[in-house]
């Protein structure tokens, strides 16, 4: 079963224009649907990157291992399950994490899967052997 | 992208017998595939149920709103992902959470995300308003 997924129609402002980006509110971001974007490889990568900066960072910036498509979904992805948000600077698409949102929904959340996804690397970079 | 799942033959130790239940082993488990198993309503109510208590339930103390067939393939994603262990008690398949197991490759992870899901469903089921 995938996680219900706000429609796009539902969470726009329609003042902000034709070329808003649709954003989940906070009483609309589930715990199922924010697990399975984090739940990826590629998109888990992104979300990475993004916790190393306070800036939003441009699609462009990520040197990903999939088509321009596909990392357009992830990032969609991303966006409609409140792990991201995404706005135009210019003509360019910027992306953000939205730590202070999760964080008050899901307390430690997204710090624990980020250090588990830090360790997981290290420890298959350095080729150790596991704990236990 | 889907996690990677190691396939069953791989991690059955064959001395077990035709009756054994695949499992990764620790090096195999993946932050990923664990964000996937968890990322769904049923496998997450049921990593719940698990958790309260020490012991190993039998699938039908499960009351699920979902057939017999996808039961047993939540379980088996849960499995294969390395969140749970199987095993047969007589003709009943009983399962525990890896706990220690999780906890030794990713610490607070498991905990994290089930007070998440707590802190979603006393929300939800009260009508509580969001934080922020």
């Known amino acids: ?9 539902a969470t726009t402002d329609p ?17 199922e ?3 399975h974007a984090l739940a990826d490889p590629v998109r888990l990568r992104i979300v990475r990157q993004l916790a190393d900066t306070t ?9 990903l291992p999939v088509s321009k498509s596909t ?3 992830h990032f969609r992805v991303l ?10 600077r210019g003509t360019a698409k910027v992306s953000g994490l939205r730590t202070e949102d999760l964080d008050a929904l ?6 624990t899967v980020l250090a588990a996804s830090d360790r997981q690397a290290e420890r298959l970079a350095a080729g150790l052997p596991t704990p236990g």
Do not use: K
């Open 33 to 35: 649907g924010v697990l």
């Open 55 to 63: 800036d939003h960072l441009a699609c462009s910036t990520f040197d």
């Open 79 to 88: 966006r409609e399950s409140g792990v991201i948000h995404q706005t135009y």
């Open 106 to 111: 899901f307390p430690g959340l997204l710090a």
């Open 15 to 31: 003042a902000a224009g034709p070329r808003a980006l649709a954003h989940p509110a906070l009483a609309e971001i589930r715990i």
């Open 71 to 73: 990392t357009t979904h």
């Open 1 to 9: 079963m995938e996680p219900t997924v706000t429609p796009a129609s």
